[in-house]
């Protein structure tokens, strides 16, 4: 029953990838291995290569392989969170003196990260435009190490070109890690275009239920895999064994909830487009958007998150906000549940007077799996209050 990628397809993969049913009670599922410790038969003779939970446990590797299978990687390692995940892979890639190339929109906690953390720490960075490719290379420099792209982004739904930027790093010491975040492994697979690691935050459309916080790296890269190993026996940033069995529940649905995700968004993005109250949709699956032929050739669909800018300002950015009733004003995005927020004082204040400050006209709405007449009455009766 494991997965072979050459004869079985992406949903096949995710319900079975990771796990094989045991020997002893067939047990349909990964089992929850609740356990620090594992018994040895002599010392440092291990029975199936483990020995403490927090540089190795069964459920948490079952989960890392699925994630693994999914991306077409040969490694993959989980942590306590996506930031956790970042922090580490900071760690792993970087050294004082090293320079990172990041995007003008990204995830606040990402840029605060590196803002405050890593040039503490002696790192340098230039945030430029990942959507034009030119001026990544412009950016990067002899110690640049590490650029780092988000596509779609968080929250502006700006699209990188992975395979022309994956290209730019030929020849030098720079990885390009990709946060496939908002796209998930269903809709883009970033190590096949190029990229050296991605990076995802679990906590989002993975778990899917917004019920489990984690993070996830996967690569090709052997010794990057074995440095990610090591960090996370030697700093302890594991997920717990409840949130990794949780997390691989959700994975097992990842693509039939990611194309409900992307047929309410598409729809949902259509009739915004045509209302006056909105300024501007940011969703790459409508054709004005200039991501759009670039999003078409590296991801399946478009996803299920859509940014939004009201022509009232940041008033009617916020009304809006306080005016739905089926989508909940709350942080976080990639649940069964449709959620918005308001960037520019939630998620991204951290960007706040930086280069990759969010405009305050703009709502981020993440468009969960309901079905798609309730969500388009909301949104209706919300826009008919501004
Ligand atoms: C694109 C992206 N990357 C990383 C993170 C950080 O993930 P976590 O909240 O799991 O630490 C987030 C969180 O919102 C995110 O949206």
Redesign the pocket.
């Given at each position: 029953m494991s997965f072979d990628p050459h004869t079985q397809g992406f949903s096949t993969a995710s319900i079975h990838a990771g796990y094989e049913p045991d020997d002893y009670y067939g047990s349909i599922n990964m089992p929850i291995y609740a356990s620090t410790t594992f018994a040895q038969n002599a010392p440092n003779d291990l029975r199936r290569g483990f020995e403490y939970t927090r540089v190795g446990n069964p459920t948490i590797v079952s989960l890392e392989k699925a994630v693994a299978a999914l991306e077409g990687a040969e490694y993959g390692r989980a942590f306590s969170?996506?930031?956790?995940?970042?922090d580490i892979l900071f760690r792993v890639l970087l050294k004082p003196g090293d320079h990172i190339v990041l995007g003008n929109d990204?995830?606040g906690?990402?840029y605060r990260l590196i803002d405050t953390v890593f040039t503490a720490w002696g790192i340098t960075y230039t945030v430029v435009d990942t959507s034009v490719v030119d001026e990544v290379k412009n950016a990067i420099q002899d110690n640049t190490k590490l650029i780092w792209v988000?596509t779609p982004t968080?929250p502006a739904l700006g699209i990188t070109d992975i395979e022309a930027v994956a290209k730019l790093t030929e020849g030098t010491s720079a990885k390009l890690v990709v946060?496939n975040?908002?796209a998930s492994p269903y809709l883009q697979q970033p190590l096949a275009l190029g990229a050296h690691a991605v990076?995802h935050?679990?906590?989002?459309y993975i778990g899917g239920h917004s019920d489990v916080?984690?993070?996830l790296v996967v690569t090709n890269d052997q010794a990057l895999d074995e440095e990610l190993l090591f960090m996370q026996g030697g700093v302890g940033p594991i997920p717990s064994v409840f949130d990794a069995y949780l997390t691989a529940r959700g994975l097992k649905t990842l693509a039939v909830r990611m194309d409900r995700h992307c047929d309410n968004a598409e729809k949902v993005a259509e009739f915004l487009d045509s209302r006056d109250e909105v300024s501007a949709v940011l969703y790459p699956g409508l054709k004005n958007h200039p991501g759009h032929e670039i999003a078409a050739k590296q991801m399946k669909r478009f996803g299920g998150m859509i940014s939004v800018r009201f022509a009232g300002g940041e008033e009617a950015a916020k009304k809006f906000c306080t005016s739905t009733k089926l989508i909940c004003l709350a942080?976080?995005?990639g649940g069964v549940e449709s959620l918005l927020e308001h960037p520019a004082t939630m998620?991204h204040q951290s960007a706040a007077g930086s280069q990759l400050e969010v405009p305050r006209d703009l709502v981020r709405i993440s468009i969960g799996i309901e079905d798609v007449e309730d969500l388009l009455a909301d949104v209706e009766q919300a826009l008919n209050q501004l």
């Open positions: 969170s996506g930031m956790a995940a970042t990204a995830y906690g990402t988000e968080n946060d975040t908002f990076l935050s679990t906590t989002k916080v984690g993070g942080e976080s995005l998620t």
